[in-house]
């Protein structure tokens, strides 16, 4: 049986269960900002027992700190990104100093931002977003490097553009025909341009209705990332 984390011991104890063993043999996560608070939740333990969970998760989160690919991956900065998707006005160009007016860059060290608007509105949005922070998106791109592929863009023009990310498989996309096996193509090439795609997965109602949503979500997140090896987004929608 695999090592139950803070969050769920806590509920477990408040359940009334015995988790003696669950906290000698405590695992991460262990990341929180009111992380005494949170373990004050449980009524069950004595405050000798609070201490010596305290003093455990402390040095257990000293220990994972250490660790460069847990720095990366489990204290990594809350990325939020807005989609535009087809709406937007040549004047939507200034939309990224508006935003620094209102939440300043230095207020959110904390965040990265990222704003996918129509490509024909990415050049005039260069400059502007470098200068609030903000990374530039987009919505979509092709899998080869060029071609006759008309309507199309690929992953290196959106590069020459500043572009850092690329959102793939989108859930309106998909319900055009674009299938896993494509994104994961585009993904690949996304991957080799230094970009970071952003692979959207998600079932419909019909498929959780009929309680097949982990099934099919679970196959969708494999067959869309297949050909990846460096990093990559997953966005469930």
């Not at 806590?10 to 900002?33: H, M, Q, R, Y």
Request: with cysteine; charged share 25%; aromatic share 6%.
């Amino acid at each position: 049986q695999r090592a139950r984390n803070l969050h769920e011991i806590i509920s477990a104890k408040n359940k009334g269960e015995n988790t003696e063993g669950d906290i000698d043999n405590l695992k991460p996560p262990v990341f929180w900002k009111d992380k005494p608070n949170f373990i004050l939740q449980s009524k069950k333990w004595s405050p000798e027992k609070l201490r010596f969970i305290l003093d455990k998760t402390y040095k257990l989160e000293l220990e994972l700190k250490s660790n460069s690919l847990i720095n990366k991956n489990v204290l990594m900065k809350k990325l939020i990104v807005g989609n535009w998707k087809m709406n937007g006005e040549p004047e939507c160009s200034s939309k990224p100093m508006k935003f620094d007016e209102i939440y300043p860059s230095h207020a959110r060290d904390h965040l990265d931002i990222v704003l996918c608007p129509p490509s024909l509105l990415i050049p005039g949005m260069m400059e502007l977003c470098r200068n609030a922070n903000i990374q530039l998106g987009s919505q979509n791109c092709h899998y080869l490097d060029k071609g006759a592929y008309t309507g199309e863009i690929s992953a290196g023009m959106l590069k020459n553009f500043n572009v850092k990310f690329v959102i793939l498989g989108h859930s309106e996309r998909r319900a055009m025909g674009e299938t896993s096996e494509e994104v994961s193509l585009k993904a690949k090439k996304v991957s080799e341009e230094d970009l970071t795609p952003i692979v959207c997965v998600g079932e419909n109602l019909e498929i959780r209705n009929a309680g097949q949503a982990h099934k099919f979500v679970s196959e969708q997140i494999e067959r869309s990332i297949a050909t990846l090896n460096n990093d990559f987004i997953i966005a469930y929608e």
